[in-house]
């Protein structure tokens, strides 16, 4: 039994050691950015309400000055397609670069790095903490790093309630313990869970858990840029003095140093090439670079290239694909926006009564009755002037004087139309209703009904 081999390997701490650089500096900025957007944004007021809000209960989503309804699931979509063709886009042009400068999981994990350095130390200083006994000082700096990750998951949690729950609300409900059941388990469930793959499984939810690792190859092509250590520059490598010729020692430019090694947030070696574990963040290029300028070598033994540049051919970043991928893009980015911006923010739906195709009134009148839902998706009140078109000499009959919606409300009206017998030529008419707000003669919708009659011979 004992000469069994493991099946499991035992999972192994990543020390990332910090970087500076191009890219670390991209890096830190787009992570300041994002984490800026999502902390603050809820605090912004726009109007009368929270800037960026999605009131469920009212089923109401607030975007600026801009409010949708759930009949407005079409913009969800074209930005869910938006987002597909960007990745394909970006993946295409330049391997991972969502998942080393943009995914959630790259961003919240730098900033809980961040922390644990501000505790622990650098990786030098962790490593050795780690491995030391669990003495007083050890035990004060671990449950000061937990203690704010978990204040800082927390608040994650809080903000993310914040995006459907008023965050004013929810803070004043917070301070008075008043918080209710769903706003207190999403807190909790979204807080622990950055607690939990920022904090602790890190690297693992990239390696193990993410499925665009697996299937990030399908989108790569031999002229996809992407991080590649420069073997025939590099090899042999092997330490030296810096002032040593490595021609004459019958070595390549690596120095073996394993900073690129030592930096990688998921722990692997570069130089053995292109894993599907590396997330391209290029911190392997800029501790690279900086060895490579102390040495006096020149930059680029690790840096983005092509697989069509490692083998000579000449790189062609312009081709097929991409252009095919950017001009989706544009084109229904900027179709998105522009039904956005001139979106009528004004329904009217039309329910014809089933329960009788048409009745006679005592005039002797053709009736048919309807119910007209109107909602106004507009940040102001309305008063509405509805009309009926489609057959000669229609009357249009509602129980109501004036048409009043209030904003970001929606009513139902009874209304009949009642047609004299002599204007019937055939049993079905296609008519109008035309619904048109009287304070704003460019807000109006027309929907189309249908009236039913007799069968006359």
Known sequence: MDDIPEIYAKHKKVYPREVHGLFATLRNTGVLTLLGLYYFMPWFRWDSHQAVLFDLPARKFYIFGLTFWPQDFIYLAALLIIAALALFFFTALAGRLWCGFACPQTVWTEIFVWMERWFEGDRNKQIKLDKAPWVTSKIIRKTAKHSLWLVFSLWTGFTFV????PILELGQSFLQLTLGPWETFWILFYGLATYGNAG???EQVCIYMCPYARFQSAMFDKDTLIISYDEPRGEPRGSRKRNA???QLGLGDCIDCTLCVQVCPTGIDIREGL???CIGCAACVDVCNDVMDKMGYPPGLVKYTTQHAIEGIKTHL??????????LLVTITVALVYNM????PLELDIIRDRNALYRETNEGLIENA?????????NQDHNYRLSASGIDNLKLVIDITQINVKAGTSISIPTRIQVDPVELKKVGYDIHFELRAMDNENLYVNEKG???GPLFK
């Open 450 to 452: 249908r009236f039913i």
């Open 275 to 277: 894993q599907y574990q």
């Open 200 to 202: 602790w499984l890190r």
């Open 245 to 247: 010729d490595p021609s």
């Open 162 to 165: 914040g995006y459907f729950t």
């Open 318 to 327: 312009l081709r097929p694909r991409m252009v095919v991928y950017f001009v």
């Open 370 to 378: 309807y119910t007209l839902k109107i909602i106004n998706m507009d």
């Open 341 to 344: 911006v001139t979106r009528t």
